[in-house]
C-alpha cells in the first residue's frame, strides 16, 4: 500500500459574495493540515483523506482551474487511480458546486454529505452524526466563511468526531490577494499540529488572526485627549514611549506608535501613521500591560 491512512473529518466551501474558498479539518493524526486541505482563489478547494492522496490537491485545483466541475473533477482524479475504494475527498468548484467520495473500503463509519457550496465527509468516525452535524452546523452559522467552517468542525467534533480520539486540526480559507501585503491567496492558513484539544486550539488562534489581519469591524478610535494619554501610558509601560504623558500627538509620541505598531505586528490593520487606533486592539493593549504588572 503506497500510502498511509490518515482518518478525518473536513469541511470544504465556497462563499462566492466574499470571494472565499476554504477548508477545515480535524484528525486523530499529526499534522493533518500538511496533507489534507488544498485551496486556491476562484478556482476551488479540496480535502483528501484516508489513505489520501496528495496529488489530488494540486490536481483537482488544475483540473478546477480549467473549467471542469468540482463533480467532473472527481471523476478524473478517481478515473485511473488502483486503490480508488481506499480515497475519500470532498471539492467545491468555483461557482460553489460540491461533490464528496468515499470509497468502500474506507474504514467505518465513513462517508460525506453535500450541500449548497460546501462538502463534508470523514472517516474512522465516531458514526454518521459526525457529519450529519457538520452540514447542518454551516448551513445555520452565520458570518464570515472561516468562522462557518469552524462551527462545522466544532459540531463535528462534539459529536464525537475521530473516533480515536484527537490531535491536530487546521483551516485555509483563500481569496484573491487576500494573503499578507495582498501578495497572495492565503488569506488565513492556521494549523494545530499536536494538541488534546486541536479543534479548540485552532478557534483561539482563529481568535488572535482576527486581531492581527481581520478587516476591523468597529468604527475607529481617534487617539486624542484622555485616550492619548492613556496610550502614551501604555507605550511608556511597554518600553515604547519616554516623554511625558501629555495627550499631545507630537514626534515623540508619533514615533512611539509607529514602533510600537510595527514591533506588535499591526501593521496589516493600522498604517504606520496613523492617528487612530482600534477597540479590540486597544483591549489587547491594555491586557498585555496589566499582565505585566501583575508578573
Avoid at 470544504?12 to 493524526?29: I, R
Avoid at 482563489?41 to 479540496?46: F, H, L
Avoid at 490536481?59 to 473549467?67: H, I, N, T, Y
Amino acid at each position: 500500500m503506497s500510502s498511509k491512512c490518515v482518518a478525518t473529518f473536513s469541511i470544504v466551501a465556497a462563499d462566492l459574495e466574499a470571494g472565499e474558498w476554504g477548508v477545515a479539518v480535524a484528525s486523530k493524526f499529526l499534522a493533518v493540515g500538511s496533507v489534507v486541505p488544498w485551496a486556491r482563489a476562484s478556482v476551488g478547494a479540496v480535502a483528501t483523506q484516508s489513505y489520501a492522496h496528495t496529488g489530488f490537491g494540486p490536481q483537482g485545483l488544475s483540473l478546477m482551474e480549467k473549467g471542469l466541475s468540482a463533480r467532473k473533477t472527481l471523476e478524473a482524479l478517481l478515473a485511473d487511480d488502483p486503490q480508488r475504494e481506499l480515497r475519500q475527498v470532498g471539492l467545491v468548484d468555483s461557482r460553489g458546486e460540491a461533490a464528496t467520495f468515499t470509497g468502500k473500503d474506507c474504514h467505518p463509519w465513513a462517508g460525506g454529505k453535500t450541500g449548497p457550496g460546501w462538502a463534508a465527509q470523514g472517516n474512522i468516525l465516531a458514526g454518521p452524526q459526525v457529519v450529519e452535524a457538520m452540514g447542518e452546523a454551516f448551513e445555520k452559522s452565520r458570518g464570515p466563511l472561516a468562522e462557518r467552517l469552524l462551527a462545522a468542525l466544532k459540531a463535528g467534533d462534539n459529536a464525537g468526531g475521530d473516533r480515536r480520539g484527537r490531535q491536530s486540526a487546521a483551516l485555509i480559507v483563500v481569496k484573491e490577494k487576500g494573503g499578507y501585503g495582498g501578495f497572495n491567496d492565503r488569506y488565513i492558513d492556521l494549523r494545530v499540529d499536536d494538541h488534546p484539544r486541536p479543534v479548540d486550539e485552532l478557534q483561539r488562534l482563529y481568535r488572535a488572526w482576527r486581531l492581527y489581519f481581520a478587516p476591523s469591524e468597529d468604527e475607529p478610535l481617534a487617539l486624542e485627549g484622555r485616550l492619548l494619554q492613556e496610550l502614551q501610558e501604555i507605550m511608556a509601560k511597554l518600553g515604547y514611549y519616554r516623554g511625558s504623558i501629555t495627550g499631545e500627538w507630537d514626534a515623540a509620541t508619533r514615533e512611539a506608535y509607529r514602533a510600537l505598531i510595527g514591533s506588535e505586528n499591526f501593521e496589516e490593520r493600522l498604517p504606520f501613521d496613523a492617528r487612530h487606533i482600534y477597540p479590540d486592539i486597544l483591549q489587547y493593549l491594555r491586557e498585555k500591560v496589566s499582565g505585566l504588572e501583575r508578573s
